[in-house]
Each structure stands twice: as structure tokens, then as C-alpha cells.
């Protein structure tokens, strides 16, 4: 595996492997990789050519200052998964190369609304450091193909709605969320779990579950979930929305539109997201 921390000599790399015909998958990662960003890699593998990861944790999509101290970082463990998985690029920037006239100034364009919402709301500015690394990143690379998880359905609407408006030519592909064996969506997060917190983890996604399941009107389901964390002793919920797949604007009533539960809590100081497709 090629490994850079370059932007000017990976381009370079990348622009002789155009010149052999190489289509390129990008698969953007802020490390403390897992299975979910491994199933990526391998989804990248399959559909192109040549695959590029990125680790890079970028501090303007934090809205709190502690959560950016705190996010877990292991890149010699993460550049031996990558290798494992036959991963052909790692590309480790610094915060110069990705920002080279700072951080202060992000990009601000119309996203529809897709960032108002939900993460939107509960982070502010979390979406604008976002877009404006994601664009720097693929300012660098070019990929045809980048793959983001349907674990944060919001960022990969978002992202979706990024290139449209800017007119990238780089197709968005969402894959599906990767689970441990208790229905806990796996997460970097998860790391910074006490053992006591990751066996009560999976209550989320049963949570969500019994919310699909249940054969009652919107609201009814919103109550559920309410009172299932009212009750629960270690978690406190933030918010849980069930929303169009599409605009992702909250549900009123049940649709033959795609609609999803976005659910996010917190146990002790880790804040853990979700979500669940519940007619398609």
C-alpha cells in the first residue's frame, strides 16, 4: 500500500495511474477504522480499479472542542487494516495541506435545507466543516467513485446535495449500515465505551425496531421511542425524528414516499447516532 502525506505528490501518483486507464474509489475516513469503513474499502475494491483512503480528523466539523480532543486515533493499527483489506492508497494529511489558508473560512452554499435538520440542528456549523473537507478532498483526488455509510444517512444526502450544487463529477455511493453482533451500528465512537455501556449499546438499534414494528401512526412511534429512553437509566436521548429519505423533512403521516427513523443519544459523554429504513 502507498502511503502519503502529500497532496501535491499523491496527485501526482494518481495522475499516472489515470494515464493507465485506473478508475479511482475514494473512501474518506477520520481513522479509528472498524468494520463499517472496511466494508467500503471492499465495496471500492469490487467496483473500481484503484482505491484511496483518507484519515483525516477535521476539527471543523466538531462543535464541541472536547469531542474533537477525545475522538480515538490509531493510525498504525488503522494503516495495518487498510493494508489487510489490499486498500491500494492512504493518504494522511496534515492540516495544512487539507486548509492551507486556515480553517476560519468554510464553504457556504444552499443545501436545500438537508443541513438544517437533525445533525444540523443539534451541531451547528457540524455540516459546513463537512462539505468543506469533503470538497477539499475530492479537489485532490478526483475519484469517479466515493463510498460513504448509511450510518450517517444525513451527510450522505448532504454530500449528494454537495456535488450537485457544485457540479462534481464524482458518483455518491451509500452502503449499507455494518452491525456488531448486538444490532450496535459500529461507529468509531464505540471505542470510548466503557464494557458496562457496550453491552447496554444495542438498545438503540432495538429501540428503532420496535419503533418499525410497531403498527401505529407516526407519532405513536415517536411517543415509544420517548418513553423507552424516559425510562432507560444510562441513556439520554437527543433526538429521534422519522423523516423522508428524500428531503428529509419530518414525517407527518405514513407515505408511500422512503421514509427512515434518525435516532441520536447519549450514554455517560459518548453521543451515538442511528438510523432505520421503515417502508422500502
Given at each position: 500500500?502507498?502511503?502519503f502525506?502529500?497532496?501535491t505528490?499523491l496527485?501526482?501518483?494518481?495522475d499516472?495511474?489515470?494515464?493507465?486507464?485506473?478508475?479511482?474509489?475514494?473512501v474518506?475516513?477520520?481513522?479509528?477504522?472498524?468494520?463499517?469503513?472496511?466494508?467500503?474499502?471492499?465495496?471500492?475494491?469490487?467496483?473500481?480499479?484503484?482505491?484511496?483512503?483518507?484519515?483525516?480528523v477535521?476539527?471543523?466539523?466538531?462543535?464541541?472542542q472536547?469531542?474533537l480532543?477525545?475522538?480515538?486515533?490509531?493510525?498504525?493499527?488503522?494503516i495495518e487494516?487498510?493494508d489487510?483489506?489490499?486498500?491500494?492508497?492512504?493518504?494522511?494529511?496534515?492540516?495544512?495541506?487539507?486548509?492551507?489558508?486556515?480553517?476560519?473560512k468554510?464553504?457556504?452554499?444552499d443545501?436545500?435545507?438537508l443541513?438544517?435538520?437533525m445533525?444540523?440542528?443539534?451541531?451547528?456549523g457540524?455540516?459546513?466543516g463537512?462539505?468543506?473537507?469533503?470538497?477539499?478532498?475530492?479537489?485532490?483526488?478526483?475519484?469517479?467513485?466515493?463510498f460513504f455509510?448509511?450510518?450517517?444517512?444525513?451527510q450522505?444526502?448532504?454530500?449528494r446535495?454537495?456535488?450537485?450544487?457544485?457540479?462534481?463529477n464524482?458518483?455518491?455511493?451509500?452502503?449499507?449500515?455494518?452491525?456488531?453482533?448486538?444490532?450496535?451500528?459500529?461507529?468509531?465512537?464505540?471505542?470510548?465505551?466503557?464494557?458496562q455501556?457496550?453491552?447496554?449499546?444495542?438498545?438503540?438499534h432495538?429501540?428503532?425496531?420496535?419503533?418499525?414494528?410497531?403498527n401505529?401512526?407516526i407519532?405513536?412511534?415517536?411517543?415509544?421511542?420517548?418513553?423507552q429512553?424516559?425510562?432507560?437509566?444510562l441513556?439520554t436521548?437527543?433526538?429521534?425524528d422519522?423523516?423522508?429519505?428524500?428531503t428529509?423533512?419530518?414525517?407527518i403521516?405514513?407515505?408511500?414516499e422512503?421514509?427512515?427513523a434518525?435516532?441520536?443519544?447519549?450514554?455517560?459523554?459518548i453521543?451515538?447516532?442511528?438510523?432505520?429504513?421503515?417502508?422500502?
Open positions: 500500500m502507498n502511503v502525506t502529500s497532496k505528490e496527485a501526482k501518483f494518481l499516472q495511474e489515470r494515464i493507465k486507464d485506473k478508475n479511482i474509489g475514494f474518506p475516513t477520520m481513522g479509528a477504522l472498524h468494520q463499517g469503513h472496511l466494508s467500503l474499502i471492499q465495496e471500492s475494491k469490487k467496483r473500481t480499479s484503484l482505491t484511496v483512503c483518507s484519515i483525516y477535521n476539527p471543523t466539523q466538531f462543535n464541541v472536547s469531542d480532543k477525545n475522538y480515538p486515533r490509531n493510525t498504525a493499527k488503522d487494516l487498510l489487510a483489506e489490499n486498500c491500494d492508497v492512504c493518504f494522511l494529511p496534515s492540516t495544512n495541506e487539507i486548509y492551507p489558508n486556515g480553517v476560519a468554510l464553504l457556504n452554499i443545501l436545500g435545507g443541513d438544517k435538520r445533525e444540523g440542528k443539534h451541531r451547528p457540524h455540516f459546513d463537512v462539505v468543506t473537507v469533503v470538497n477539499n478532498l475530492f479537489k485532490i483526488i478526483n475519484p469517479d467513485i466515493a455509510g448509511e450510518k450517517d444517512f444525513q450522505l444526502a448532504v454530500i446535495k454537495m456535488t450537485q450544487v457544485l457540479n462534481i464524482v458518483e455518491i455511493t451509500g452502503c449499507p449500515i455494518i452491525r456488531d453482533p448486538g444490532g450496535l451500528a459500529m461507529s468509531s465512537r464505540n471505542e470510548m465505551l466503557t464494557d455501556e457496550w453491552l447496554a449499546a444495542p438498545f438503540i432495538n429501540t428503532l425496531l420496535e419503533a418499525k414494528d410497531l401505529g401512526t407519532q405513536e412511534k415517536i411517543d415509544l421511542v420517548i418513553k429512553f424516559e425510562n432507560h437509566a441513556f436521548l437527543d433526538y429521534f422519522i423523516a423522508s429519505e428524500r428529509l423533512k419530518p414525517s403521516e405514513e407515505s408511500s422512503a421514509q427512515r434518525f435516532i441520536a443519544a447519549f450514554i455517560g459523554n453521543r451515538l447516532i442511528d438510523n432505520i429504513a421503515l417502508n422500502n
